[in-house]
């Protein structure tokens, strides 16, 4: 682990082994819009590129607490988990399963407004795995659906009068039909 | 209120991307902001057979095709995109326009290319009579500097190798319809030091086919109908191999693959079967440490008739099994020597698939009645392990009515049993009909486990 030269970040002194090593692991705070206060290990703030941009890029020392005033604090919850794990599974050699089994859950209890809230949130903190994720996550919930469905999930208007919508439709007419059966 | 409003337009390409490009093609109609999210998808497939909407004329759809692909990379307005798929069978007549296409792709930092310019009437009896199709196409020189390319599929698409290894981080590689002669196959596996896919199908080579090398990273591999010489062999050294597809003729096989998870093994393109056939197929199974294994008809005839065994039943760490097959009398001894191996088994699906009686040297064996229902012998699966049935395409024949009884009375430990109605009988009866008809199976009957839930399905 690097250490910047004008780190400020001191080591409190408390009595026993572990707890020496529990504190040489630095923490950086952020700010939510709602107030909320996160402290996050270095090595997942760094993780978050907007907050590592922040912090490296002007030397800021780590004692300021960075405000994310886009994001609210039950997001920076999903995102710290998000990253932890990611953190946790690079030193892992195989973390396939326990990845996917991992992203099932992450998702399982979102409900889809908040799940897109999330995806512009991972896009503003700059969290690119996380961001493809999600955005995948979404496309799941179009896929094998009818456009109908998706309008009604979605809430999409329809801002085409019926000439254009046919206009649309004609340009890539094998789109609209179910020709699964046919192509392969 | 529009929930995609908050979101900016270059994060609902992203999403769109994941899409299949036929299937993204259907949200351009749900608002003008999707029509012009769809322009922009990443992810292309040009695909002459989309086109057969447009009824028999062979050449009005080759005509509509090209217009597609000619307006489309016109119109195009993003500088990156991550994959393009084209699938144009006799590109004969159109090689600038497929030139183009292909450097539309590059040019924009394409990261998965995949070029099939196989012809649809190439059928598996083309190559099994020796008549080798000339490649269609030759991938243009310009390609091979792309050295950004993650994936490359080339269907009847001619290739230079020693240019080609300038891929150096392709993670995977499909080939279909050409020649691999053993030292192409070897350079492909030894040169590309991320290749983790190899996909080879309807190839050939007048050799066997060898998948192995130092360092080998690689994590599947799928093998179907290629074409070897009179005495076919398949030698694999893959340390790292988690997926192993075969499908074809049968073949003496040496596996190395310790950390094999999982098989799926068809041999369709095998039309006779006798002791040796069954010994070879019991040294194939002796050699894929999986849990999870998928197996053909010709397997269930075949395997029964192995020698080698002595009659000592073998053990398989198999945990979850899934048998394709027509549920034909020839076919249950292979089922219950499966059962019988199978100790820890799972999970079992039974993939009702089209009838074929594979030539056995000592004919087809006598019509055995009732195999499952008076069958006293006990599996340790059945009454320990075997927790989950499905059946797919369920046709209601004797054999499948049989076992569904079987499990219903000895699956001790069974929890779902799962049955999927089949086509045919989903036209002849309501889902309603059939589901009672799958209920009165089961009536008078006691069952073994008290967990068990029965679902049937309609498609």
Same mark, same amino acid.
């Given at each position: 682990m690097s250490t910047s030269t004008d780190n400020n970040a001191s080591i409190t002194q408390e009595s026993g082994p572990s707890a020496a090593v529990q504190d040489i692991q630095k923490k950086i705070v952020v700010r939510t819009a709602d107030g909320e206060v996160f402290n996050l290990k270095e090595e997942v703030a760094m993780e978050i590129d907007i907050i590592k941009t922040f912090f490296q890029e002007d030397s800021i020392s780590y004692e300021t607490v960075m405000p994310?005033?886009?994001?609210e604090g039950w997001e920076m919850v999903k995102v710290i988990e998000y990253c932890t794990k990611h953190v946790e599974l690079k030193?892992?050699?195989?973390?396939y399963k326990e990845r996917k089994a991992f992203q099932a859950l992450f998702v399982q209890n979102l409900s889809t407004k908040s799940l897109l809230a999330l995806t512009n949130t991972a896009n503003y903190l700059e969290v690119k795995y996380l961001l493809d994720f999600l955005c995948q996550a979404v496309s799941e919930q179009i896929k094998n659906k009818d456009v109908d469905y998706v309008r009604e999930l979605f809430g999409?208007?329809?801002?085409?009068n019926d000439e254009e919508y046919e206009q649309v439709k004609a340009e890539a007419p094998w789109a609209h039909e179910n020709l699964n059966n046919d192509l392969h | 209120m529009d929930m995609f409003s908050f979101l900016p337009d270059h994060l609902l390409v992203i999403i769109l991307s994941f899409l299949a490009f036929q299937e993204a093609g259907?949200?351009?109609?749900?608002?003008r902001r999707w029509q012009n999210i769809w322009r922009q998808t990443r992810n292309i497939e040009f695909n002459e057979?989309?086109?057969?909407?447009?009824?028999?004329?062979d050449e009005a759809r080759r005509i509509a095709f090209v217009n597609f692909v000619q307006n489309w990379t016109d119109n195009y307005q993003p500088s990156v995109l991550d994959r393009v798929c084209i699938t144009f069978s006799r590109p004969g007549n159109f090689l600038v326009l497929v030139e183009d296409c292909i450097r539309f792709a590059v040019t924009r930092g394409v990261k998965v290319l995949g070029l099939d310019f196989s012809?649809?009437?190439?059928?598996?009896e083309l190559l099994e009579l020796g008549n080798y199709p000339e490649p269609a196409y030759v991938l243009p020189q310009?390609? #091979? +500097? !792309?050295?950004?390319?993650?994936s490359l599929t080339l269907s009847s698409c001619n290739f230079n190798l020693p240019e080609i290894?300038?891929? !150096?981080?392709?993670k995977h590689l499909a080939l279909g319809w050409i020649e691999l002669p053993l030292p192409t196959l070897s350079v492909l596996l030894n040169k590309?030091?991320?290749? =983790?896919s190899l996909s080879v199908k309807n190839c050939w080579n007048t050799d066997g086919l060898q998948v192995g090398g130092q360092n080998?990273?690689?994590?599947s591999l799928v093998v179907e109908k290629f074409i070897m010489s009179e005495n076919p062999w398949i030698e694999i050294e893959a340390p790292h191999l988690r997926y192993l597809k075969y499908s074809g003729t049968m073949a003496v096989f040496d596996i190395e693959a310790g950390e094999l998870e999982e098989a799926y093994l068809d041999f &369709?393109? =095998?039309y006779e079967g006798n002791e040796g056939m069954g010994d070879l197929l019991y040294q194939l199974l002796h050699q894929l440490p999986v849990r999870t294994l998928t197996v053909c008809t010709y397997m269930l005839q075949?395997?029964?008739?192995?020698?080698?065994?002595? &009659?000592v039943t073998p053990v398989f760490g198999v945990a979850k099994l899934t048998l394709r097959t027509a549920m034909l009398s020839c076919e249950q001894k292979g089922v219950k020597y499966l059962l019988r191996s199978c100790?820890?088994? +799972?999970a079992l699906t039974i993939q009702i698939v089209p009838q074929r009686l594979v030539d056995l040297d000592e004919g087809q064996p006598d019509d055995v009645r009732h195999v499952w229902t008076l069958n006293a012998l006990e599996y340790h699966c059945i009454n320990q392990t075997l927790r989950v049935v499905q059946v797919k &395409? #369920?046709?209601?024949?004797r054999h499948e009515i049989g076992f569904l009884k079987y499990l219903f009375c000895? &699956?001790?430990?069974?929890?779902k049993l799962h049955i999927s109605i089949g086509e045919e009988l989903l036209n002849q009866r309501s889902i309603a009909e059939n589901r009672q008809l799958v209920i009165q199976t089961f009536q008078g009957l006691r069952r073994a486990s008290n967990n068990l839930r029965i679902n049937t399905y309609g498609r």
């Open positions: 994310l005033p886009n994001v030193h892992k050699v195989d973390g999409v208007e329809n801002d085409f | 259907r949200t351009s109609v749900l608002s057979r989309f086109f057969s909407y447009i009824g028999a004329d012809d649809p009437s190439w059928n598996d310009f390609v #091979y +500097q !792309h050295g950004v390319l993650e290894i300038n891929f !150096h981080l392709l590309f030091p991320l290749l =983790e080998l990273r690689l994590r &369709g393109l =095998e075949v395997l029964p008739l192995e020698l080698i065994s002595n &009659g100790p820890v088994l +799972q &395409g #369920y046709t209601g024949t000895r &699956g001790r430990v069974l929890e």
